[in-house]
């Protein structure tokens, strides 16, 4: 485990710039010399200790093994001079005789620093590249500062992600939270990398944290060799969980990721993308300590702290006043059945400032991204869209496509009952539209970055399959100025050779 010797020090991000609990070098050496040997129970991923003295919720302990290496280990419960820990691999192979179990006396802390970028390590920030472990002179509770709200900067900038689908219609903005939604079999994997690899922020430095939780080693393997150019670069940071690793892994993984990223961004003055895949695979190690626990269960056996234990993760993006860097996250989970009422997807769009559905039908149709648009929402786009930041016409091109693919929907409807030739001539216009806006805008090829000017070129020149009697959410004087004019020679806008950034 990636852990450093030092404490970091006071930091204007905590409550009156307090430093960490157990802060003491000498009260942790103190208590490191101190091992109980007392193991009542093991219960699967869990250790119950007896005898003990001093110990605080969240201690960080190492589990001494005879004859094997050491394990690791936190304090989830103390009641008296019983403990319960969480063994982060497990307890498998161990016996209550030859442990004994020594205490850090204070939080697990993480070394945090540059020499993160560029590394590929598992869920307990264990390299797996070959090289020496990370090393830094500072180190981070993995738990996070607590942030005072008053520090805390509104989220504002767009975060470019080269995908015209989010980038126009649901755009990502520094220090938000906007999570994918979507169903096992889609290319939510796909999409995740392709944020990733492609996303930036306009005349800064700009860098991504990635952690994959409950990932097959197909899956590891893909975004290792998907993300092999940014990591090159020095520009990323991969933590892989895979599903064979211990599921209390798991649970580490999302913490250390954003540790990391919190140094990277306020310390280190960038802004830092986190993509955290796959949070139902997170909240489903939640579910078995729990239950390991003997706890209570909630909706679906789940605990009833879930919404607090997601919170305590998604809440730690944002931005800092005094500090120029951002942490914006986004999370990927799936929706098993494809129902958004379920714990995991419901919880977290009460967290986050909007969502990106992925939608199966759109799949099924050959449409990558297969984003729905009218499920799909960013609430804090306003900060980050429009003149100065994107494009003047941002805004309304957005709710003009929003508006059009509603009425879209509707006509298609009215068709699948009556016929498309019963259609009035403006309702096969609008279903002819998103056959266009579908075809030229949303889709595109899962290595593809374009550029904002390709994006709305795009995105007004499906919209010129309207009428313009039906721009009715765009200005005169936009219409004018951007939206392409037919050539009667060939039935094709002025200009148009296809469009720009064909799909690889």
């Not at 234990?309 to 951002?326: M, P, Q």
């Not at 991204?369 to 804090?380: G, Y």
């Not at 539209?433 to 949303?442: D, H, Y």
Request: aromatic share 4%.
């Amino acid at each position: 485990m990636s852990t450093a010797a030092g404490h970091p020090g006071p930091d204007p991000r905590a409550p009156d710039g307090a430093g960490p609990a157990g802060a003491d070098p000498a009260l942790a050496a103190a208590r490191r010399l101190v091992g109980y040997t007392d193991v009542r129970e093991l219960r699967g991923p869990l250790l119950v200790m007896g005898g003990v003295q001093g110990v605080g919720w969240d201690e960080f302990a190492v589990v001494e093994v005879d004859g094997a290496p050491d394990r690791h280990a936190l304090v989830l419960e103390v009641a008296g001079s019983d403990a319960v820990l969480q063994v982060l691999e497990g307890t498998g192979g161990l016996a209550p005789g030859g442990l004994q179990v020594r205490f850090e006396g204070r939080p697990l802390h993480v070394a945090v620093g540059t020499g993160w970028l560029g590394r590929v390590c598992n869920g307990r920030g264990e390299p797996l590249d070959g090289g020496p472990p990370v090393a830094a002179e500072d180190a981070a509770p993995v738990s996070g500062w607590p942030l005072n709200p008053v520090y805390r900067e509104p989220p504002r900038d767009p975060v470019l992600t080269g995908v015209s689908v989010i980038d126009a219609l649901t755009t990502l903005v520094r220090g938000q939270k906007l999570p994918i939604f979507s169903v096992a079999g889609l290319p939510h994997l796909a999409l995740a990398t392709q944020l990733a690899a492609q996303a930036t922020t306009a005349g800064r430095p700009f860098r991504v944290v990635f952690a994959a939780m409950g990932m097959t080693h197909s899956d590891i393997a893909y975004i290792r060799d998907r993300l092999e150019e940014r990591s090159a670069a020095g520009e990323l940071v991969l933590l892989l969980n895979a599903a064979d690793d211990p599921v209390i892994e798991r649970i580490l993984t999302p913490r250390i990721a954003l540790t990391i990223a919190e140094y990277l961004a306020y310390e280190n003055g960038d802004d830092v993308l986190v993509v955290m895949s796959d949070m139902t695979s997170y909240a489903e190690a939640v579910r078995e300590v729990s239950a390991a626990r003997r706890e209570i269960p909630a909706r679906r056996g789940y605990p009833g702290n879930l919404y607090s234990d997601l919170a305590t993760l998604y809440e730690r993006c944002g931005r800092v006043r005094g500090r120029e860097g951002s942490v914006t996250i986004v999370p990927v989970l799936t929706m098993p059945g494809g129902d958004m009422t379920h714990p995991v997807p419901d919880l977290t769009g009460y967290i986050t400032e909007g969502q990106v559905v992925l939608s199966p039908e759109l799949d099924a149709r050959g449409i990558y991204p297969p984003v729905d648009v009218l499920s799909s929402l960013s609430r804090l786009m306003r900060s980050g869209a429009g003149a100065g930041r994107t494009r003047e016409d941002h805004l309304d091109v957005s709710a003009q496509i929003l508006s059009a693919m509603a009425r879209a929907r509707q006509a298609a409807e009215l068709a699948e009952l009556v016929g498309t030739a019963a259609l009035s001539d403006t309702d096969r216009a609008y279903i002819e539209f998103r056959t266009a806006v579908e075809q030229e805008l949303f889709n595109q090829g899962r290595s593809e970055a374009r550029t904002l000017d390709q994006t709305f070129d795009l995105a007004w020149r499906a919209l010129s399959v309207l009428p313009r009697r039906e721009l009715i959410m765009l200005s005169p004087e936009l219409v004018d100025r951007y939206l392409p004019v037919p050539d009667a020679a060939d039935g094709t806008a002025e200009g148009d050779d296809g469009p720009p950034g064909a799909a690889a």
